[in-house]
């Protein structure tokens, strides 16, 4: 009887009208999420040429997605390659990568925050979940994209944080609070990155299986396509740490 509650409130969501953009941005930050993931994921990057690259990883996260670390599979030229992320809320993340070829960990500092993550569209920014304290939230209008009813909100970081956009509009499905659409804007004024996004109903909870990113200045394109996507299975919390990132885990398919 609980989980087939569960299952009604993630898909009819019973909740309050949101009367303004941080209404809804709380109601996204706050919908129904797994406590542990795990899955495998492909990312294709493709430059303005055409030409793609295809990269192989395995994904672990915990705490609903404050911890996570992503291990790089293929090709063989990144195969070792690794990320952990850990979410704070009265500081910056932390975000480490291990560098095989040179034997090191390497911090990713606040201020490099809006470099591109393995050469894709996305930065280490786009990878940290957003604290609802440093943004300011405006309700724009509403839309329908995907045949889907939608809020869209404004998203503008505040003058504390160090960040390489000037603000992000989203498009938030109504009933399920889900981002479908995002276009994110440079410090310039311009817009730089226009995000989609495709989930699949696992389990009660609406997962991502699909993220596609196009850089609109430089023409190049990713997609992250997720598989094997397994919810609340036992994450052990002692993964996330520095010694993790040097042994790759044992593949289950």
């Not at 925050?113 to 509403?142: I, P, T, V, W």
């Amino acid at each position: 009887m609980i989980n087939m509650l569960k299952l009604i409130l993630a898909v009819f969501p019973v909740t309050l009208l949101p009367q303004s953009g941080f209404d809804i941005a709380e109601m996204v930050h706050n919908r129904y999420s797994p406590k542990a993931l795990t899955n495998h994921a492909r990312m294709t990057l493709t430059d303005s040429k055409g030409n793609s690259r295809n990269q192989a990883m395995v994904i672990k996260s915990a705490d609903k997605n404050k911890k996570q670390i992503i291990w790089f599979l293929e090709p063989r030229d990144i195969r070792g390659i690794s990320f952990l992320k850990i979410n704070h809320k009265d500081k910056n993340d932390e975000m480490r990568m291990w560098l095989p070829a040179f034997k090191k960990v390497r911090r990713i500092s606040a201020k490099k925050k809006g470099d591109s993550f393995m050469g894709s569209d996305l930065s280490y920014e786009d990878l940290s979940m957003r604290d609802l304290s440093n943004f300011d939230y405006a309700l724009l209008q509403s839309d329908i994209i995907q045949n889907t009813e939608c809020y869209v909100i404004e998203t503008t970081p505040k003058p504390k944080l160090i960040s390489s956009y000037q603000k992000h509009i989203s498009w938030i499905d109504k009933t399920k609070f889900i981002i479908l659409r995002e276009h994110s804007y440079n410090l310039n004024g311009e817009l730089e990155k226009k995000k989609e996004y495709r989930y699949s109903l696992i389990r009660d909870y609406f997962i991502v299986e699909k993220v596609h990113v196009t850089n609109v200045i430089t023409g190049h394109k990713t997609e992250i396509l997720f598989s094997n996507i397994q919810v609340d299975t036992e994450v052990d919390e002692s993964l996330f740490r520095d010694n993790s990132l040097k042994r790759l885990p044992s593949l289950k398919r």
